[in-house]
Structure formats: C-alpha cells, structure tokens
Nanobody
Framework: QVQLVETGGGLVQPGGSLRLSCAAS????????MGWYRQAPGKQRELVAR???????YYADSVKGRFTISRDNAKNTVYLQMNSLKPEDTAVYLC?????????????WGQGTQVTVAA
C-alpha cells in the first residue's frame, strides 16, 4: 500500500499563491505518474496537472501558465506551485499517483486539501 500526505492548502486572496506538497510513503515501487486533480461542488473532477517519471508534464488549459508541477523522485514527493490564483480555482485538490509493480498498475489518491480563493 501507498499512503499520500498532502499539505499546503488554505485560504488565499485572488492573485495570491499557494504551494501544495504530496509525499508518498509505504510500499513504493515505480511511480510512473504523479499529479493533481481538483473537484468543486457540483462539478466533475478535473485533472489539473501531471508529471511522468521522465519529467514530461501536462496542464489543464485553465491553469496553464499559472501553475507548475514538479517532483523530487528521491523524496517521493510531488509539488504544485499555484500562482495568480483566481476564485474559480477554489476546489478540493487531490494528489494522485500511479505505481507499477511486476507489471501490475495501482492508483492511489490523497485525502484532498481545500484551496479557497476569495477576498
């Protein structure tokens, strides 16, 4: 089993910044991808950003140019730097990792951390 611990959420004013961290622990093997989803009430869960083991990244159009995803493989940690935050960024942000062991894929989710952007 893999456990994900998220930190960094909170309340911030429009235009502000937050940095989310997600540290993986437990039976860690090959983490082929790591990323962040978000979900707001009444909306479908949205992939915000992801990064694979080779460092290739993906960003949703709504956050491109404002958010940056990175990872520290030695620490099994993924980060999401969020700048120029907007009220529409308000959501529960969930860390997501994909691991592979002996050719078997397993997906893991964090508990989620609330990000609220409001004046």
């Amino acid at each position: 089993q893999v456990q994900l611990v998220e930190t960094g959420g909170g309340l911030v004013q429009p235009g502000g910044s937050l940095r989310l961290s997600c540290a993986a622990s437990g039976s860690i093997f090959n983490l082929v991808a790591m990323g962040w989803y978000r979900q707001a009430p009444g909306k479908q869960r949205e992939l915000v950003a992801r990064i694979n083991s080779g460092g290739n990244t993906y960003y949703a159009d709504s956050v491109k140019g404002r958010f940056t995803i990175s990872r520290d493989n030695a620490k099994n940690t993924v980060y999401l730097q969020m700048n120029s935050l907007k009220p529409e960024d308000t959501a529960v942000y969930l860390c997501y990792v994909v691991s592979r062991r002996a050719g078997v894929r397993a997906d893991y989710w964090g508990q989620g951390t609330q990000v609220t952007v409001a004046a």
